[in-house]
């Protein structure tokens, strides 16, 4: 399969302390524990699966989109949890954090490392799969999504009503709203809306406390989870969004091109999004992209949900169920990402096509800010990438292989590409999208997370708002019951 470079042209469109885990002998007693507790507070309920179930492995599977977290050396929940009622996670909550269990939340699995489904401590699995209920209101142009739907459900429940309204998120149906919104939720209506995070009105959310808290009662927390991630702060139950105004008919397209690259040749595809007829994006590109060549017959006019197959390679002519569903087969990947302020000189890419060569079956995707993002104040929300950066890059490998070798073989061609790089990216820090997570932007212990450690990723997440983070982390969960290998932990005071 030959290289891929992807651009994507949006720009068409106008004391950190944390209580210790419990050794093995204790965890049997532990689980006892935490199941009475979930009948002490009238919610037997809930669905709790354990190892013993014939179930378990097919409910925890069921969700895990990246094959290298798949198999015996992934360390397993103890129990996991699928509420259908808020009142379940409430308790789940509750009973995980009085029994020193932690809890690992998953909405739609697409952890790129897999800190939704698995953790080094012994933990709880709370699923939120069943919590996808979706409920739109035309005439005001909102909608309030439950964090365990999909964003394929959504648009769906979107083009199920009307042709003139969308949502601006990403391109992969089965991803969950519920991380996909807290990371920042990026799609390729950017440059015309903005991020997820930017057309959010409020939010319900369960806090360590396992209170309900929503957009009144949060206070600065409904900024930090705009960008800033769900997992450090609490367990995100619903949204509600502003829908946006599309015309019925759009233009998507995507023209590919050839570089020679020695005897190699690499295929460069500029694919796209125009709120409006093709041709007037013909008009339009012919003043400001004459280099592209576009013409007429590369541009395909359909509705705006027709676009959201189109991104996902999906044939346009396929009902619109197909949206509805949830798993996607799971494929063994690495990604990492890059921010980019200032135009990579011509004479720089001879040699990152040389590295993209070098990697094997991958792709990097370019993807332009501007517009919109220009537009949004920095400290509107947590998610801290805006006016000034040029464009976005996610560089992405997968494999078929099994074992330990394919994989570091594969990751260390993927670290050579980033690293031919770095000359034409973001520097102290080297910034990055949280939402294509990566665990060698640093890690924290769980058990004993350290400041330090905190701050060497956080501030590539999040930059400047990474203490700010902080300091409502301490506010909203002072003991760091939510945790992981890269949360934010409360801000300490010796600071």
Same mark, same amino acid.
């Given at each position: 399969?030959?290289?891929?470079?992807?651009?994507?042209?949006?720009?068409?469109?106008?004391?950190?302390?944390?209580?210790?885990?419990?050794?093995?002998?204790?965890?049997?007693?532990?689980?006892?524990?935490?199941?009475?507790?979930?009948?002490?507070?009238?919610?037997?309920?809930?669905?709790? /699966?354990?190892?013993?179930?014939?179930?378990?492995?097919?409910?925890?599977?069921?969700?895990?989109?990246?094959?290298?977290?798949?198999?015996?050396? =992934?360390?397993?929940?103890?129990?996991?949890?699928?509420? =259908?009622?808020?009142?379940?996670?409430?308790?789940?909550?509750?009973?995980?954090?009085?029994?020193?269990?932690?809890?690992?939340?998953?909405?739609?699995?697409?952890?790129?490392?897999?800190?939704?489904?698995?953790?080094?401590? #012994?933990?709880?699995?709370?699923?939120?799969?069943?919590?996808?209920?979706?409920?739109?209101?035309?005439? =005001?142009?909102?909608?309030?999504?439950?964090?365990?739907?999909?964003?394929?459900?959504?648009?769906?429940?979107?083009?199920?009503?009307?042709? =003139?309204?969308?949502?601006?998120?990403?391109?992969?149906?089965?991803?969950?709203?519920?991380?996909?919104?807290?990371?920042?939720?990026?799609?390729?209506?950017?440059?015309?809306?903005?991020?997820?995070?930017?057309?959010?009105?409020?939010?319900?959310?369960?806090?360590?406390?396992?209170?309900?808290?929503?957009?009144?009662?949060?206070?600065?927390?409904?900024?930090?989870?705009?960008?800033?991630?769900?997992?450090?702060?609490?367990?995100?139950?619903?949204?509600?969004?502003?829908?946006?105004?599309?015309?019925?008919?759009?233009?998507?397209?995507?023209?590919?091109?050839?570089?020679?690259?020695?005897?190699?040749?690499?295929?460069?595809?500029?694919?796209?999004?125009?709120?409006?007829?093709?041709?007037?994006?013909?008009?339009?590109?012919?003043?400001?992209?004459?280099?592209?060549?576009?013409?007429?017959?590369?541009?395909?006019?359909?509705?705006?949900?027709?676009?959201?197959?189109?991104?996902?390679?999906?044939?346009?002519?396929?009902?619109?169920?197909?949206?509805?569903?949830?798993?996607?087969?799971?494929?063994?990947?690495?990604?990492?990402?890059?921010?980019?302020?200032?135009?990579?000189?011509?004479?720089?890419?001879?040699?990152?096509?040389?590295?993209?060569?070098?990697?094997?079956?991958?792709?990097?995707?370019?993807?332009?800010?501007?517009?919109?993002?220009?537009?949004?104040?920095?400290?509107?929300?947590?998610?801290?990438?805006?006016?000034? /950066?040029?464009?976005?890059?996610?560089?992405?490998?997968?494999?078929?292989?099994?074992?330990?070798?394919?994989?570091?073989?594969?990751?260390?061609?993927?670290?050579?590409?980033?690293?031919?790089?770095?000359? /034409?990216?973001?520097?102290?820090?080297?910034?990055?999208?949280?939402?294509?997570?990566?665990?060698?932007?640093?890690?924290?212990?769980?058990?004993?997370?350290?400041?330090?450690?905190?701050?060497?990723?956080?501030?590539?997440?999040?930059?400047?708002?990474?203490?700010?983070?902080?300091?409502?982390?301490?506010?909203?969960? #002072?003991?760091?019951?939510?945790?992981?290998?890269?949360?934010?932990?409360?801000?300490?005071?010796?600071?």
């Amino acid at each position: 399969m030959s290289n891929l470079l992807l651009i994507i042209p949006l720009l068409l469109l106008l004391s950190t302390s944390a209580p210790p885990s419990l050794g093995l002998a204790h965890q049997s007693t532990s689980i006892s524990a935490f199941r009475q507790c979930l009948q002490n507070h009238n919610h037997s309920d809930a669905v709790l /699966y354990l190892p013993t179930n014939s179930s378990f492995l097919p409910v925890l599977n069921a969700y895990i989109h990246n094959k290298r977290f798949i198999g015996p050396a =992934t360390a397993k929940p103890l129990a996991i949890v699928t509420p =259908t009622h808020e009142s379940h996670v409430q308790a789940t909550v509750l009973c995980a954090k009085a029994n020193n269990l932690q809890i690992r939340t998953r909405s739609g699995g697409h952890d790129y490392e897999g800190l939704s489904y698995r953790s080094p401590s #012994p933990f709880i699995l709370l699923d939120l799969n069943n919590l996808r209920r979706i409920e739109l209101d035309v005439e =005001t142009e909102t909608a309030w999504v439950e964090a365990g739907a999909t964003l394929g459900e959504l648009y769906y429940a979107i083009a199920n009503k009307t042709n =003139t309204l969308a949502f601006p998120a990403g391109v992969c149906p089965s991803i969950g709203v519920g991380g996909h919104f807290a990371g920042g939720g990026y799609g390729n209506l950017l440059r015309k809306y903005g991020l997820s995070v930017d057309n959010v009105l409020d939010a319900r959310v369960v806090d360590a406390r396992g209170e309900i808290l929503n957009r009144s009662t949060m206070g600065d927390l409904f900024w930090a989870i705009r960008g800033g991630g769900g997992a450090s702060f609490g367990v995100i139950l619903s949204w509600k969004v502003k829908l946006v105004r599309v015309p019925e008919v759009v233009t998507a397209f995507q023209v590919d091109r050839w570089l020679d690259q020695g005897a190699t040749k690499v295929m460069i595809s500029f694919v796209g999004e125009y709120l409006g007829r093709t041709k007037d994006l013909v008009s339009y590109l012919s003043r400001s992209f004459p280099e592209l060549g576009f013409r007429e017959v590369d541009g395909k006019e359909m509705s705006w949900v027709e676009t959201v197959l189109f991104w996902a390679m999906i044939p346009v002519n396929k009902p619109l169920e197909v949206l509805l569903n949830r798993k996607s087969e799971p494929s063994y990947f690495k990604s990492k990402s890059d921010y980019v302020t200032e135009i990579i000189p011509r004479e720089a890419l001879p040699g990152i096509w040389d590295a993209l060569l070098k990697v094997g079956p991958c792709f990097t995707q370019w993807n332009p800010y501007g517009g919109r993002m220009a537009e949004i104040d920095t400290d509107e929300a947590a998610y801290a990438h805006r006016a000034g /950066y040029l464009f976005k890059v996610q560089y992405y490998v997968w494999w078929v292989e099994d074992g330990e070798e394919a994989e570091a073989r594969h990751v260390g061609a993927l670290d050579a590409l980033h690293e031919a790089v770095t000359p /034409y990216v973001t520097k102290e820090p080297r910034e990055a999208y949280l939402n294509y997570r990566d665990l060698e932007n640093g890690v924290n212990s769980v058990e004993k997370p350290e400041w330090s450690k905190a701050k060497v990723y956080g501030e590539k997440y999040f930059k400047g708002h990474f203490e700010r983070l902080a300091k409502i982390k301490a506010e909203f969960d #002072p003991e760091n019951f939510f945790r992981d290998q890269q949360s934010i932990p409360p801000f300490p005071h010796s600071h």
